[in-house]
């Protein structure tokens, strides 16, 4: 057996918006790799996953096999029942082997149901477990793994996939030894029976293992493509769904339905060339030992009419062969299943196998303090602050000839300052930003943070240290409180919140009328939505006042509490039912609540009035007194929070100093803050 993809469309990071033609994350070495791997091969690999389950399912396996060989008894106790009770005229005998009969149909049903009952919920735990090391998996693999790979791609194989390998351990592959074992079993049956009308039955059998060889093999490629197609179909939902503001803003719905009906049509495509290898395989397991069980009839017929075969024999022979009939025949579906089920190994394992980052495998020691704690409360070194010291980055998918996005900046920002970093658009700001949190790693150079190297810190240490809010605010769908407090030390609210059922967060946007909320979106079209149960957390005093804190610090507390449950509202999937400017703040807040020693900001005011720009400015420089600051700004009213600024050209920091000092000595900076052109200069020449 084969599974293949050299078929499927697409290499690593090849997304397009349409997610037209998109198969995730593989190189054409990685594709090749997968192709000559055997579907047997594929599938051990599910080897540690089965392992804790294996008695039950060696189990099941067993009691199946017992089931089927005990239905090949009936075949033999038809013979005596013809050539016995029914030859010599006993009613009594006849009785007797119709019960016997019923008896064992009875026993084989049961053994069949205890087969269910032995693999269906150890299976479902497979399904579970594989599923939450993908889901850990993913949430450990660096951004950059998330920028090459379409997330429809993910989300197939982390659901579509497994559910159907769960069928496979569960149906599947029971019943590859099932139907091994009774056709076996059934042969020797026949030829002992009678072993020239054996070889008459037995003879397609050449033929059709062959055919099953060709078989497998295009199926596999089809069967790869169609799980890929899956992916790419799912992305292009996830995105239209996303990107339902946009769509019927920009009146996309043609164009968009269009993509899917193209996509749609060539994963109809592979299904129906699936079908038809389906179809045609089916066709021959199926015709192949009719064929040969209507000349076993014929023949044995004839030696019956010859004396030279007992009556009852011949019942016994051809009941055995048409009991083997389902096993043969089923070969081909479960055939199928097998392989898609291989891809679906070879689809979960390439997610699997993806390297997590070097700290995050080999750091195993206890988790750091708390926000606080001794290790980052101690007062900054003489090297103190963040220094970034030679800093090259080119991203993992940028052409090998592009020059690094960033390329030997140097930059101190002192313990306790605020440095805005200005740029034009494109220069990397987001990108220098993003170092720190070490979203990407460096590609040369250092980072630091009061002299120790970002490098050398576990990253759950780095990120207590270090917070971070971005332009684009992502927010969960949870409460306005559980959002906030993502950024907080304690444990149980930093945890991702749980989202929302469909319906919870269809009752955010549609309850029934009542007072308005003012400046809440959709929200404030509706009255208080009916929360669940667990949406009103009672958060420890400190908590609250931190919650507090941050809200007013971000100027969110107005908002906030005008909503209908105040902190303990709902935000809706990715906070769509607040406006711009309030998820920006609110991702503020999040930054501030853990008053961490380094915030890193990026562009965090953008969609902000310049009221409420100016009043968040007033209430985050007292944050930013205590704190170690890193302030991407393209207006001057944003640079003006800095104590310095920093200018990011051409991959390297031209100048640094005041926003006055910068002023007069830099015409690019004059140029910025002007707002005369956003353009890098490259791009304006
Ligand atoms: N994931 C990525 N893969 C490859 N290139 C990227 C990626 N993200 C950004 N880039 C490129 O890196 C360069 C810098 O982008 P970045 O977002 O850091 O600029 P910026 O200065 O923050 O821009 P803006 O002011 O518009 O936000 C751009 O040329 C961009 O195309």
Redesign the pocket.
Known sequence: MTTGTGTTSGTAGNTTGSGAGTTAGRTDGEAAAVRSRSAVRSLLRLWPYVRPVRARMFGAAFVAVLASCTGLVIPLVLKWIVDGPVAERDTAGVWTGGALLLGIGVLEAGLFALRRWLSARPLAGVEAAMRADIYRHLQRLPV?FH?RWPSGQLLSRATTDLELLRRFLSFGVTFLLVNAVTVMVGCVILISQRWTLGLVVLGPFVPLVWLCAVFEYRYSHAARRAQDQIGDLTTLVEEAVLGIRVIKGFGRHRSQARAFRALSERLLGTELEKAGLLARIWAVIMLLPELAIGAALVLGTLQVAHGELSAGTLVAFLSTALALRWPVESTGFLLALSNESATATDRFFEVLDEPQPADVLSRTGPEPGPRGSPARAGGPTPAGGLRFSGVVFR????PEDAPP?LDGVDLHVRPGETMALV??????????T?LVPRLHEVTAGHITLDGEDIGTLRRAELRSRVAVAF?EPTLFSATVAENVLMGADDPAHAAMPLPRSRSGAEATRDGAPGPPAPESGPLKHGAPPPQPEHAAPEHRADERSGLDRALRVAQADGFVGALPHGSGTQVGEQGLSLSGGQRQRLALARAVVGRPSFLVL??PLSALDVHTEAAVEAALREVLASTTALV?A?RPSTVLLADRVAL?SGGRIAAVGTHHELLRSSAEYRRLMSGES?EPEEERS
Do not use: F, I, Q, R
């Open positions: 950059s920028d991203y993992p998918d940028a996005v740029g034009a658009t494109g220069s990397g700001k987001t990108t220098l993003a332009e990026d562009d991407v393209h990011l956003n």
